[in-house]
T-cell receptor, first 113, second 114 residues
Framework: DQQVKQNSPSLSVQEGRISILNCDYT??????FLWYKKYPAEGPTFLIS?????DKNEDGRFTVFLNKSAKHLSLHIVPSQPGDSAVYFC????????????FGGGTRLMVKP | NAGVTQTPKFQVLKTGQSMTLQCAQD?????MSWYRQDPGMGLRLIHY???????DQGEVPNGYNVSRSTTEDFPLRLLSAAPSQTSVYFC?????????????FGPGTRLTVT
């Protein structure tokens, strides 16, 4: 049973609009969450993270929101650009417990010019 | 500085064959790991190493062996390939396990087992 789920396999957004990628988790022990971005034929790259002591973390056009009670996090990209077209993975871990990451299945974002 | 390199990029094996997926990093990173990516499943950790001579199992270790004789290299061995091992394999490295968030991934090896 997947502990981290991304229920939307794909998302299409117009350039300049907001992209919202969602992620749900079931393990309440997770206390650190991350988003990775992956282009075709490349490995994933780290994008942004959030600790469970926060509910929001912002880095330029990228903001991650965490709702612990709902066990839900989301990544907002504003404004979306064609270069943001990629597969986005959310991941979670339990800090100080091996640091092993559990990944979601990914969401393919397509930003149309 | 090449980062994390993986060879080969593509490989087709017959059931029962063996092979080694190579991974090397030139950043003097202590922590290295292998993941497999299957459609809809995300990345799953196969094995990892916190330094030369030290390896441990991840989430899906069965059917795979690893060794870490040097800091730079972390090969993944399939002793008897099975169709269930058809996947894309990623090697990654980070300064140490505390920095696993910011690990650098290689470009991947796409393996097909027929």
């Amino acid at each position: 049973d997947q502990q981290v789920k991304q229920n939307s396999p794909s998302l299409s957004v117009q350039e300049g609009r907001i992209s919202i990628l969602n992620c749900d988790y079931t393990n309440s022990m997770f206390d650190y969450f991350l988003w990775y971005k992956k282009y075709p034929a490349e490995g994933p790259t780290f994008l942004i993270s959030i600790s469970s002591i926060k509910d929001k973390n912002e880095d330029g056009r990228f903001t991650v929101f965490l709702n612990k009670s709902a066990k839900h996090l989301s990544l907002h990209i504003v404004p979306s650009q064609p270069g943001d077209s990629a597969v986005y993975f959310c991941a979670a871990k339990i800090e100080n417990a091996g640091n092993m990451l559990t990944f979601g299945g990914g969401t393919r974002l397509m930003v149309k010019p | 500085n090449a980062g994390v390199t993986q060879t080969p990029k593509f490989q087709v094996l017959k059931t029962g064959q063996s092979m080694t997926l190579q991974c090397a990093q030139d950043m003097n990173h202590e922590y290295m790991s292998w993941y497999r990516q299957d459609p809809g499943m995300g990345l799953r950790l196969i094995h990892y190493s916190v330094g030369a001579g030290i390896t441990d199992q991840g989430e899906v270790p069965n059917g795979y062996n690893v060794s870490r004789s040097t800091t730079e290299d972390f090969p993944l061995r399939l002793l008897s390939a099975a169709p269930s091992q058809t996947s894309v394999y990623f090697c990654a490295s980070s300064r140490d396990r505390e920095f696993v968030d910011e690990q650098y991934f290689g470009p991947g090896t796409r393996l097909t087992v027929t």
